[in-house]
């Protein structure tokens, strides 16, 4: 009997889509079918690497309309959110826009006697293993920097967005990118382990849970294959006392409980000034009672089921638990929660960073709120962590952020807004959330190695 892996949709509990497994054998023949490609990929000129690439990243765009309702019955978010094209196009571009930069040589210097410059070279294989919460705009921060910079690429996807790989092979092939050079696999955690242990590939880049980056970082060991992390978080909101309340409020709510709290830089724990604490409760409480919890393919609903049952029991444990310490939780169950993937978002107040709810990821619709008298505190309380994703500061004196963005252990210190990634910016993190970093110019420097020439012109 030939293994699957099946994406079961959150919506209704059924199997929406299944594929088989690909065998180890199989995988490594793919592995080497794209290894053996990229020679002839990298000598293409890179503009030439670049326009097919976008041309890819055109043809996912025509296939929207087929793709927000495909990802609504594989992962819960709603429809009227409009899918991931956004901002899958607005990394892919600005990665095609930096490109020469990102890939130029450093000149040394140059004189009768030497040239002597560094080039930028592709790596060759690289396997990418995307997650289910952003599916495309995770997947593209590598795999068109990584193809850009002349190498093959192969894509792993989550089971849970099991299609999306699928979509992008085929979207990138129509563009005319080589099927040997970007290869969408279907792999089991053994196999993904195994080819990894093989050093079927030069550079691994993975995005999910910290248990995921220890299996990479395992599989990866003494084979000096390069391995790039972004795992968890437990990003935080600092709402000083001369903040614009409403809107910290608007942003931080929403980065809280946007996709169902399961982004990779949602919001998940906020701190407010003891003379703002009140009306930001308040306010906050207000604004989750108006979500409209239900079938992410209607367009009424603001907030869909969680991708899986088992990610809404634990958000659902973390709050009894928290509840349970005196925790105050501010919403009442929305008659739409089922007790399964369909779950109330929730405020809570009284926390205390004894509670796993202020410690652990939660990846859910829920965000807990604490009072704090000064920055000192906020700034203990936010390196109060294992993770450094990103932090969000909410002022109005920049030179204040600066110097407290200074202090906080994370990869990027927002002002006045969260989570969003710009591809201008290095994508990164600290402590257990990875290592590494994507997009902007130094997303190619981890794509890429460097090569240096020494040339002495002259023998006498």
């Given at each position: 009997m030939t293994n699957t892996l099946k994406c079961v949709s959150p919506i209704d509990g059924e199997v929406f889509a299944e594929r088989p497994v690909q065998t180890l054998d199989a995988a490594r023949d793919a592995a080497a079918r794209g290894r053996a490609a990229q020679a002839a990929w990298a000598a293409r000129p890179l503009a030439e690497r670049t326009r097919l690439v976008m041309a890819g990243v055109a043809r996912v765009g025509e296939m929207n309309d087929e793709i927000v309702p495909e990802l609504a019955r594989m992962m819960g978010r709603p429809v009227r959110y409009g899918g991931e094209f956004g901002g899958f196009n607005e990394r892919a571009s600005h990665m095609a826009e930096i490109a020469e930069q990102g890939l130029a040589p450093i000149e040394v210097g140059e004189d009768a006697t030497f040239k002597r410059y560094i080039k930028r070279v592709p790596l060759g294989l690289v396997l990418v293993v995307a997650p289910w919460n952003y599916p495309y705009m995770t997947a593209i921060n590598t795999v068109?920097?990584?193809l850009i910079a002349g190498n093959a690429v192969m894509l792993k996807h989550a089971t849970q967005t099991l299609l999306v790989g699928e979509r992008m092979a085929r979207a990138f092939h129509e563009a005319g990118v080589p099927e040997e050079v970007f290869q969408n696999i279907f792999v089991d955690h053994d196999t993904t382990s195994a080819l990894i242990a093989g050093k079927a590939f030069d550079f691994v880049n993975f995005t999910g849970s910290v248990g995921g980056g220890k299996a990479m970082e395992q599989a990866a060991a003494g084979t000096f294959t390069g391995v790039g992390l972004e795992l968890g978080g437990k990003d935080p909101g600092y709402v000083m006392e001369d903040a614009d309340l409403d809107a910290a409020l608007d942003t931080l709510i929403d980065g809280a409980m946007f996709n169902s709290g399961q982004c990779c830089c949602g919001i998940e724990r906020i701190y407010v000034h003891e003379s703002l604490f009140d009306a930001f409760v308040e306010k906050a409480v207000a604004i989750v009672k108006g979500y409209k919890l239900g079938n992410p393919l209607e367009a009424e609903t603001t907030i869909g089921p969680m991708a899986h049952v088992r990610f809404a029991k634990e958000v659902r444990a973390q709050i009894a638990e928290a509840v349970e310490m005196g925790a105050t939780a501010h919403i009442d169950t929305f008659p739409e929660d089922d007790g399964?993937?369909?779950?109330?978002?929730?405020?809570?107040?009284?926390?205390?960073?004894?509670?796993?709810?202020?410690?652990?990821?939660?990846?859910?619709?829920?965000?807990g709120i604490m009072s704090v008298k000064d920055d000192e505190e906020a700034i203990a309380l936010m390196n109060d962590s294992h993770f450094g994703l990103t932090a969000s500061l909410w002022t109005a004196d920049v030179d204040r952020a600066m110097a407290i963005g200074d202090r906080i252990e994370t990869g990027t210190v927002f002002m006045n807004r969260a989570d969003y990634l710009d591809p201008g910016l290095c994508w990164t993190g600290c402590k257990q959330t990875g290592r590494g970093g994507g997009l902007s110019v130094i997303g190619y420097h981890n794509l890429t190695r460097p090569k240096s020439y020494h040339l002495k012109k002259v023998t006498q």
């Open positions: 068109a920097p990584a399964a993937a369909y779950l109330t978002p929730q405020i809570l107040t009284g926390v205390t960073h004894d509670m796993r709810v202020m410690r652990d990821e939660s990846f859910g619709p829920v965000v």
